[in-house]
């Protein structure tokens, strides 16, 4: 079981996700927001959010450029997941004003989808 699996914000990540069938990225056109991680060096993280209000709170200031835009969960799934763990990227889940929240490997989050409901 993932190391995520008791985190409030991993676990709300989840099942707003699996529950209303979307997640939401910040793009700036083709341009995806990607920022370096806090816990791991060379290492980039790509944060979601599961709710477009909680993502689109972060497009200020240096990211006013950027917009929340909706992936759907079966796309995100089988398509980002997958291109994501090959890419080497870990995934943002449901990061705070602060910018915190778990930096989470794309499999984890996979099987942690696979198992709600």
């Not at 806090?38 to 709710?51: I, R």
């Not at 917009?67 to 449901?94: H, Q, R, S």
Request: aromatic share 12%; hydrophobic share 40%; glycine share 6%.
């Amino acid at each position: 079981m993932s190391q995520f699996a008791q985190d409030p914000s991993f676990q709300r990540f989840v099942e707003e996700a699996k529950t209303h069938g979307v997640v939401y990225v910040l793009a700036d056109g083709e341009d995806l927001l990607v920022v370096e991680s806090v816990e791991f060096e060379d290492t980039d993280v790509m944060p979601f959010w599961s709710d477009e209000a909680s993502a689109t709170a972060h497009c200020s200031e240096e990211w006013a450029v950027y917009k929340a835009e909706a992936i759907p969960l079966d796309v995100f799934c089988d398509g980002w997941l997958k291109e994501m763990y090959d890419d080497g990227v870990l995934i943002g889940t449901n990061w705070d004003e602060s910018l915190n929240g778990p930096e989470v490997e794309p499999r984890e989050l996979l099987e942690a989808l696979s198992l709600v409901q």
